[in-house]
Structures are given as C-alpha cells and as structure tokens.
Nanobody, 122 residues
Framework: QVQLVESGGGLVQTGGSLRLSCAASGRTFSTFGLGWFRQAPGKEREFVAALRWSGTNTYYADSVKGRFTITRDSAKNTVYLQMNSLKPEDTAVYYC???????????????WGQGTQVTVSS
C-alpha cells in the first residue's frame, strides 16, 4: 500500500502561482515515481505532469508546458508541482498518484490521493 497526501491548493487570480505538494508513504519502494492529474467539473480526469524517483526525465501535458514544473525530494518521498501563470481553465481538483511501471503511462498510475482544489479566478 502507498499513501499519498496532497496539499497546497487554494484560490488565486489569473496569472498567479501556487505550489502543490504530494507526500508519499508506505511501500514507496514498489513505485517508480509520482504524477499529477486534475479533474474539472463535468470533465474527465486528465494527466498533468509526472517524474520518476530517479533520473532527469519529466513529462507534461501540452496544456501546462512552460507554466508548470514538477520536481521531487526523493529523501522525503515528496513531489512538488509549481504552477505559474495560472489560467481559469486550470481550475480543478488536483490529484497525486503513484506509478507502478517504469514507462509512466497514465494508465500505470494508482493509489490516488484525496485531491486538493485549485481555483483560478478571472
């Protein structure tokens, strides 16, 4: 079992910034990395960003490239999502999940956190 706890959501104006955190505990040794997903009202959950616990590769959705940055602190089993230049369309519940496969395909992510609300006002 892997437990994930997100934090850092909130209300921000267009153009503002937020940093989300995802702390992992439990059998983290069985995972290859963490990722962020989001779900807006009435929409399906979508992939946002991901990275492995080691190495330099990061993965982003086209909609957030150049604005969001995913980083990690492997010693703390924590992954961060720095979100800059936020837009109203970024409003969603943001979830953290663990990847149980090296390839980091969105279908490989499980053990979802409870989510944190991000609201961007226009």
């Amino acid at each position: 079992q892997v437990q994930l706890v997100e934090s850092g959501g909130g209300l921000v104006q267009t153009g503002g910034s937020l940093r989300l955190s995802c702390a992992a505990s439990g059998r983290t040794f069985s995972t290859f990395g963490l990722g962020w997903f989001r779900q807006a009202p009435g929409k399906e959950r979508e992939f946002v960003a991901a990275l492995r616990w080691s190495g330099t590769n990061t993965y982003y959705a086209d909609s957030v490239k150049g604005r969001f940055t995913i980083t990690r602190d492997s010693a703390k089993n924590t992954v961060y999502l720095q979100m800059n230049s936020l837009k109203p369309e970024d409003t969603a519940v943001y979830y953290c999940a663990a990847s149980f496969a090296y390839r980091m395909n969105p279908a490989d992510f499980r053990s979802w956190g409870q989510g944190t609300q991000v609201t961007v006002s226009s």
